[in-house]
């Protein structure tokens, strides 16, 4: 008997990768690292000011599956936190869907064949207080997400 895929970790996770991909860095323009913390991107012959880094949490399966990412937001050359608070805002922008009646978006659930099986609903649950900085002067904050979807 196999796994069915909405309790699927490789699915989820190619799921989020496939949202963010797509909603950040595709359309905003913005470098993202999945699980790997505090390394900031290279690109030959461009210097990175700005990218997220996103984590991703365990599973815990059942009919009503949960999991969390904790996506970190990294900025360099930003000593007021301005591109900090823009680039947390977005992210929470994207998790945000206010003609929704319940105000959150619907992260599509794929399988390993990219045909969607359904959806997780994320909410935000915890953020951090105030912006840290690196060593090497990079800014940073961060913020959990939880997510939540049916499954088998």
């Not at 799921?15 to 999945?34: H, L």
């Not at 210097?47 to 984590?55: M, P, Q, R």
């Not at 990219?114 to 105030?130: A, F, K, R, Y």
């Amino acid at each position: 008997m196999a796994l069915d895929p909405t309790l699927s970790e490789a699915c989820l996770k190619n799921s989020i990768k496939k949202f963010f991909v797509d909603n950040i860095f595709t359309a905003e323009g913005i470098d993202i690292d999945f699980d790997v913390q505090y390394v900031q991107p290279e690109e030959i012959g461009v210097e990175v000011d700005k990218w997220i880094s996103i984590k991703f949490g365990n599973i815990e399966g059942g009919t009503l599956s949960r999991s969390h990412i904790i996506v970190y937001f990294f900025t360099r050359s930003d000593s007021e936190g301005v591109d900090l608070s823009i680039l947390r805002d977005m992210i929470l922008d994207k998790v945000t869907d206010l003609n929704a009646t319940d105000g959150h978006t619907r992260i599509p659930l794929f399988d390993l064949t990219w045909n969607q099986i359904g959806g997780m609903i994320p909410t935000l649950s915890v953020e951090s207080d105030e912006a840290g900085i690196l060593k090497d002067g990079t800014n940073f904050k961060w913020m959990r997400i939880n997510l939540a979807w049916g499954a088998k």
